[in-house]
């Protein structure tokens, strides 16, 4: 049994209405069958909310611009389900319209080696964002209308949440952003049935729904959840505005099955199969469920490869390097990189786009701001919008920048850039102002867990260049990269980096290459591994060292999430190993020596140098000999290992 329906805007407009209402009617039952076959089968999941949206789900699926032969089309209309756990509708709705075997997802939903899972993953073909932090869809789809603006797509992003999820901050958030930017490309359903998990949405919290919206600048219609004709209608007049538009669709959990409606119960709890028996009676619908259980006893789990390449390359110029010769901060060497970036590659077919917290003057992204407006996207202090709409963006074939201070672009929003990383994204995210450095504005903003939180995050990586020069060449290597990077800086000016015969370490002959460690001095009695802000500092100290004819090897690690094999080997071997850095002595550069050491069966000494505690403030320079990070310290430090 398939249900292909290959029908895209152009074939819409050949079936007349009545046709398409009826088309519609039909496959919303097919549909219910599905929801109810799937979660019964699978003894989980969402059936009600899923049989409460699945009307409006259909009408959109059926009259948006879209092919499901060609899912990655770029100049398709994208649907955002930010309620991943509809994710029963969802796969129905898709199946339905042609993306894949609906029996497929009935059979395998949420079974171990399928790729329906309990929420929605965007490997599944059709899916364009994976969901089920709720709040985070309207920022993916502001991202994505924004995107398709700036591209001339001429494309439109619908998104479909829930009552309850209104409640979640991040979508005022949204609202402001997409209301700024006047995204009339950009229209948002509200599955209104009134239930959340544990009851009436009045009583749970309190919200004008509607007024909020209004409030924020969009327009606001409202529509029978159930009543394709008039969904229809409505979604037509919301094509038709000059604003973004928000449906609040009056709806009915469970619709269809009278013992499953309105009750919150059935938000989350699935049927016997003698219920479920019994509903599809009423829906007047086959009950299928022996023929689905024996596939998905018979299904053998099987690594699948994702339907679309996540990670396409971007056409951009990396420009010739910016030599710094005297004492430079790592955030103008951004800045100035991004600003030629920017002017060299204007026109290009994959934009640079630059997102910005307020904090431009700071993180340097003014210039690029000044030359190139259209691509500097103000975002306000809304950085949990920030970091889910420049993660959607950058999955659209542009390069996408937000910068912000450490604490905001990565412990702020870490579950964004979590689910940045599960959605494949391809966000730079360049962060300013991390650890002790930041000196005297104290310790809510010395960020000292950049590279420990980034070392949860499968796919994303890490880069912390050590002075002016290695900045400008990271962000020169990194503008046609794709996936995900944090590139970290501290705020104060550092002395440029020189070789043991005092010339520039990281000249215009040096190329970046992500992994690689760099050693800045040779010995054979320690080994420091020095990464970011720290390193001038500790070359200093090894340098006064090699006056005293003490001569210990120094590494540069620009990677701390890497460090290869050999140079730990070779360091266990010479005596004591360091690691210095501007982090916490958790979770950082120290960890990932500590790992390697395991790893490669040595057995070494391992000296940490970093934060031990939460710092305080003062001038950066007095912080780090209160916690033994400056050169005379380091010295000390290192000698008494020695001996
Ligand atoms: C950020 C976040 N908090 C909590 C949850 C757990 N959760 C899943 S669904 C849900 C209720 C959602 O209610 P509503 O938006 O009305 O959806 P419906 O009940 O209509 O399906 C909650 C609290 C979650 N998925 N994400």
Known sequence: MRYKTKLIIEEVHKVSKNDLIAKIS??????????????????????????SSIDIMLSIYNTMRHNPDFPDWEERD?????????SPAVYSSLGIMGYFPLEEAIAHFRQYGSIFEGHIEREVP??????????????????????SKLKHLGSRVYVIMGDGEQQKGQLSEARRFAAKFNLDNLIAVIDYNQLQISGSIHEVMPQNIRKSWEADGWQVMEVNGHDIPLILHTLEEAREATKPVMILAHTIMGKGVSFMENKAKYHGSTLSKEQCS???????????????QSMRDAFKPKAHSPKVDFHPALALKPGKPMLYASESDCRGAWGNALADLGKINEGSPNPIVVVDCDLASSVK??????????????????????????GAISTMGIQCFWSDFGVFGI????????????NHTNLKTVVTHVGIDV??????????????LTRNLFDTKIICPADANQTDRVIRWLIDKPGNYFVTMGRSKLPILKNQEGEIFYGTDYCFEYGKADVLRIGDRATVFVTGTLTARATKAVDALREEGLFI?????????????????????????????????????????????????????????????????????????????????????????LS
Not at 28 to 50: C, D, E, F, N, V
């Open 278 to 292: 019994e509903a599809l009676a009423e829906l007047e619908m086959p009950n299928e469920l022996e023929n689905y």
């Open 78 to 86: 994208k649907m955002v389900a930010s309620i991943g756990h509809i």
């Open 411 to 422: 412990d702020e929003t870490y579950n964004m850039q979590r689910l940045n990383d599960i």
């Open 126 to 147: 059709g899916v364009e964002w994976s969901s089920g932090n709720l709040g985070q869809g309207l920022s993916a789809a502001a991202g994505f209308a924004i995107a």
């Open 553 to 641: 090897e120094l590494i540069a690690v620009s990677c701390p999430l890497e460090i290869p094999a050999e140079l730990i080997t070779e360091a266990a071997r010479k005596g004591p190993i360091f690691s210095v850095e501007d982090h916490s002595i958790h979770g950082g550069l120290g960890t990932t020596i500590t790992e390697a050491i395991v790893n490669a069966g040595v057995k070494a000494k391992l000296i940490r140098c970093g934060a031990e505690s939460y710092p305080v403030s003062g001038e950066s320079e007095e912080l780090f000999q209160a916690f033994g990070l400056d050169c005379a310290s380091l010295k000390k430090r290192f000698k008494a290992a």
């Open 365 to 390: 992204t003014s210039d690029f701001r000044d030359a190139l407006p259209k691509y500097f996207l103000q975002s306000g202090i809304m950085e949990h919008h920030a970091a889910v709409m420049s």
């Open 26 to 51: 039909k496959q919303a039952k097919i549909a219910r069958q599905a929801i109810l076959h799937m979660t019964t089968l699978s003894g989980s999941g969402h059936p009600g909310g899923s049989m």
């Open 439 to 452: 000196g005297a504005d104290g310790k809510t903003h010395q960020c000292i867990d950049y590279i420990s």
